[in-house]
């Protein structure tokens, strides 16, 4: 079996765009491969959190991915801080990787443009998202289409490694969905959905309530045309609608354009808002037993256990090919 690795920062409430661009992969992908699926919290601290936020997050992530479907017990389900090997080889990571390659990271650019304070993780994040993948051997990542340029940097890091230092590391290959790669925000389709935009009407967060959903749908920005037409570079707004509804339908973009001819946006986001509805409020319910349960904890001790394993046998060959003593 081709083993998986991906995960998600538990730096706000995960939106529409993180289920349709990751989660819903993750699912798929448990039942086919060896699965790694991780809350990554160091990450989430590269900007700062507050720390009873940070928990709360911590905890609903990890209650949103069972929810959405993974079995722990067939997917390794668990917290990147909880498996040190992690810190550990993001340092050495990060000594092998070029400042001119962090520099480039159109993320960091994002994420530290205008600000006067910029914590130096931030920077080095691409490092640790490195180890993360090279940790487990990671045949495939499934992510979004903004991760792409820190899967480049991670192929390009094993190579690095392994003609260096020898044959080590599998070279990871990135798993893209077709349609959903890029979910935008629905106040503004040239930035993408973000959990961690200010305007909570930019995003549909995966526990948004039905009625919120309809609400944010019905004001999302679209042009001044009628035309439910996939067309990115002319029509950004309706387009990346009817990407979400192809997601939450098991309708094609092609069939969507035909269905709504001659109609005008009104009954086009009405539907999509029921299509989104119907897919995020089962989702709701298992999210709230999982939360009543108290099964968490145990769930992530044991994908904890499960991922040290690999992980600290790992990290072991990675110091003794580069010199370090091994007590
Ligand atoms: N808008 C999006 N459309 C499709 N996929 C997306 N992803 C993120 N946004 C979209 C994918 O979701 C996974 C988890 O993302 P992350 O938690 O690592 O954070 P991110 O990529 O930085 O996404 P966010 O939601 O914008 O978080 P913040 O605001 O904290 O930075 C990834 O696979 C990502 O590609």
């Not at 690795?5 to 289920?19: A, K």
């Not at 269905?259 to 009405?270: A, I, S, V």
Request: with cysteine; proline share 5%.
């Amino acid at each position: 079996k081709l083993r998986v690795l991906s995960g998600m920062q538990p730096s706000g409430q995960p939106t529409l765009g993180n289920y349709i661009g990751a989660l819903k992969n993750y699912v798929k992908l448990q039942h086919t491969h060896d699965c790694y699926f991780m809350v990554v919290d160091m990450h989430a601290v590269t900007v700062p959190q507050d720390p009873a936020a940070l928990k709360e997050q911590t905890e609903s992530v990890t209650a949103l991915y069972l929810a959405a479907g993974l079995d722990p017990n067939v997917a390794t389900v668990f917290l990147q801080s909880t498996v040190h090997e992690h810190a550990e080889l993001g340092w050495l990571m990060t000594t092998l990787t070029n400042m001119g390659e962090l520099e480039r990271m159109t993320q960091f650019k994002d994420k530290s443009a205008g600000k006067d304070s910029v914590g130096a993780g931030l920077f080095t994040y691409p490092s640790l998202m490195v180890a993360d993948i090279l940790l487990y051997n990671a045949d495939l990542v499934p992510v979004g289409d903004d991760q792409k340029q820190h899967l480049e940097l991670t192929r390009d890091l094993a190579q690095r490694f392994n003609s260096r230092f020898g044959d080590t590391f599998t070279i990871p290959e990135p798993y893209i969905p077709k349609v959903g790669a890029r979910i935008m925000s629905l106040d503004d389709a040239s930035k993408k959905m973000s959990k961690s935009s200010s305007n909570a009407g930019s995003y549909i967060a995966m526990l948004d309530a039905p009625d919120v959903i309809r609400k944010k749908i019905s004001r999302a920005v679209t042009d001044s045309g009628r035309e439910v037409k996939f067309d990115p570079q002319h029509k950004p707004e309706v387009s990346n609608l009817i990407s979400i509804y192809a997601e939450c339908s098991d309708k094609s973009i092609a069939e969507i354009e035909a269905q709504y001819e001659g109609q005008g946006y009104g009954p086009f986001k009405k539907d999509l808002a029921e299509a989104v509805v119907a897919t995020l409020e089962p989702i709701q319910i298992r999210y709230n037993e999982i939360r009543q349960s108290g099964e968490l904890y145990e769930v992530l001790k044991q994908g904890k256990e499960r991922a040290a394993v690999q992980a600290d046998a790992m990290l072991k060959q990675v110091k003794e090919k580069m010199g370090f003593i091994i007590l």
